[in-house]
């Protein structure tokens, strides 16, 4: 699966099933393996004095599926 392929999915909390937004880059070890997803939030869910990139661990990652990832997380 190619970087392209997972920015078009968006990216949904299962704890909550709301849409936090869509990747706009992936971390990678010295192994050549993704470790963290940074997932650019949705402008709603942005505030003035917040950041707009969330950090996503593999671990996280619950399903990738044809058009969504979900992922579980705990605010």
């Known amino acids: 699966m190619r970087l ?3 920015q078009s999915k968006d990216v949904i909390n299962i704890s909550d099933g709301k849409c936090i937004g869509n990747i706009i880059d992936v971390s990678i070890d010295s192994d050549g393996k993704a470790i963290v997803l940074l997932v ?4 709603f869910f ?4 917040s950041n707009n ?17 979900l992922v579980s997380i705990n605010d």
């Open 46 to 49: 942005v505030s003035f004095f």
């Open 53 to 69: 990139v969330i950090e996503i661990k593999w671990n996280q990652i619950k399903k990738i599926g044809k058009d969504v990832i």
């Open 40 to 43: 650019e939030k949705y402008r």
């Open 4 to 6: 392209s392929d997972l």
